[in-house]
């Protein structure tokens, strides 16, 4: 459909604005910010006359692209150690592992769904997988690297990542195994992916969770689109919060994937629970480590819950109240939970 003339007036000024802030290298001014997200408004009008506008769809695409950009914090990203090249080093070999890892998890995956043919599939499955695909060629993926670059005055403190791209960064092992972040952990301020540094990427049981990272890191980004970048980081700035649908639809699809990826073997036990017999099956099935056994068992205790509804974004409840009121069990000792309302912002779940 062609676009209308006064459309195009409209976003003539949308698209001045945007040329403006890429040419002011550095970090957004909020006069300029504001000026972006009444552009992105204005993109929403246009698109609501005429869905086919590609011009608005670009433009908008364009500042989502423009709002996500992040700063080097000079505080190393709440990081508690000094970073090092050697940090710098050993995870490049990590992301290396991940990436390669997750697109035989992908192949995998698109296997045994042929084999196994579904008659609803969710819509956000393949996510992760596009994420991890799309930030490879992303030059900030490093973020120790990026880090070491800046303080050493070699690259800019300010960088843009594209609307959905990420960074990845290690925690020393202490740290993680006081957190018991065995397997990583999403940083939705710094917008980064910490993982421990003995992860293991060649064992399929460790990708899992990463998985689910994956799935808060496509939160993030479109939950940061929604509130706007300032509104954003002092929501998640201080104490710890907690968005439960976030965490619902992160075990939905994590859940949902591991049983397709294992040819429907989870959905079809899952009434037994963590038994020692499928906790056995489940580890050697997907190379988990001994030491991450806990891990196995707490994920077949929540697949007890969580099928036979499973995940269906088709529905208006997607998963069974039971599996909503165990996450929120779960959840409530760890901090503040929050709930989105109609406009998909959070507010405080009591
Ligand atoms: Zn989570």
């Not at 192949?107 to 609803?120: D, I, N």
């Not at 005055?153 to 006081?178: C, K, M, N, W």
């Not at 540094?197 to 049981?205: A, K």
């Not at 077949?300 to 036979?308: E, T, W």
Request: with cysteine; net charge negative.
């Amino acid at each position: 459909m062609p676009e209308f003339s006064h459309h195009v007036g409209w976003l003539q000024d949308v698209l001045d604005t945007a040329d403006a802030a890429e040419k002011v290298a550095g970090s957004l001014q909020d006069q300029m910010r504001r000026k972006l997200e009444e552009g992105i408004s204005v993109c929403e009008a246009v698109l609501s006359q005429n869905p086919e506008s590609t011009m608005a769809k670009h433009i908008k695409e364009r500042i989502d692209r423009l709002l996500a950009g992040s700063t080097v914090p000079s505080d190393n990203a709440g990081s508690e150690r000094t970073i090092t090249e050697a940090d710098a080093s050993h995870l490049d070999r990590i992301i290396e592992g991940v990436e390669l890892g997750v697109e035989q998890m992908r192949v995998r995956l698109e296997q045994q769904e042929r084999a196994t043919p579904r008659e609803y599939c969710p819509h956000a499955l393949s996510v992760p997988f596009t994420l991890v695909n799309r930030n490879q060629p992303n030059s900030f993926k490093n973020f120790p690297r990026h880090w070491l670059d800046a303080e050493g005055g070699r690259a800019p403190r300010t960088y843009s990542l594209q609307h959905g791209q990420f960074s990845y960064d290690i925690v020393p092992e202490r740290f993680a195994r006081e957190r018991q972040d065995v397997f990583g952990q999403y940083d939705a301020r710094y917008n980064l992916v910490r993982m421990p540094e003995g992860f293991n990427p060649s064992s399929p049981f460790a990708l899992i969770p990463f998985y689910h990272e994956m799935v808060h890191v496509a939160q993030g980004s479109q939950l940061r689109a929604r509130m706007g970048e300032e509104a954003f980081r002092n929501f998640y700035d201080g104490s710890k919060r907690i968005i439960l649908p976030f965490e619902i639809e992160a075990y939905g699809l994590q859940f949902e994937m591991m049983d397709r990826l294992l040819g429907g073997w989870l959905r079809a036990g899952a009434a037994a629970g963590a038994s020692a017999e499928r906790m056995n099956a489940l580890m050697s099935q997907l190379k988990a480590q001994e030491q991450h056994r806990w891990l196995a068992q707490n994920i077949l205790a929540g697949m007890k819950i969580f099928f036979p509804h499973g995940w269906r974004d088709d529905r208006s409840s997607s998963c069974s109240s039971a599996f909503a009121d165990a996450m929120r069990r779960t959840y409530a000792p760890e901090g503040q939970l929050y709930t989105l309302d109609a406009r998909g912002l959070p507010v405080p779940l009591r």
